[in-house]
């Protein structure tokens, strides 16, 4: 059973700062890819920003400059600095791991997400 836990949603100020913390616990082989996205209301879930095992990372246009992905591989976690931030970056944001998970032949690749947490930024 694989779990992701997120962390440090809040609200804030516009202007303001906050950090998520998303932690991979359970039975996997390895962690590839993690992300975190955001769903506000009424809208579509979107990818905010990616970071593969080898620590490329890829950002939406709206957030570039102001967040920053990282991730600890010992720990198995994904962090995501918000800086400068704005009222329409409100939203629940979800961290995402594509994970590799053994099987008793061979290996498969899954996707997990997080439960969410929430992001207010006031004006």
């Known amino acids: 059973q694989v779990q992701l836990v997120e962390s440090g949603g809040g609200l804030v100020q516009a202007g303001g700062s906050l950090r998520l913390s998303c932690a991979a616990s359970?039975?996997?082989?390895?962690?590839?890819?993690m992300a975190w996205h955001r769903q506000a209301p009424g809208k579509q879930r979107e990818l905010v920003a990616a970071?593969?095992?080898?620590?490329?990372?890829n950002y939406r246009d709206a957030v570039k400059g102001r967040f920053t992905i990282s991730r600890n591989s010992a720990k198995n976690t994904v962090y995501l600095q918000m800086n400068s931030l704005k009222p329409e970056d409100t939203a629940v944001y979800y961290c995402y791991a594509l994970m590799t998970i053994a099987q008793p032949v061979g290996r498969k690749f899954s996707d997990y997400w997080g439960q969410g947490t929430q992001v207010t930024v006031s004006s």
């Open positions: 359970g039975s996997f082989f390895s962690i590839n890819d």
């Open positions: 970071i593969t095992s080898g620590g490329n990372t």
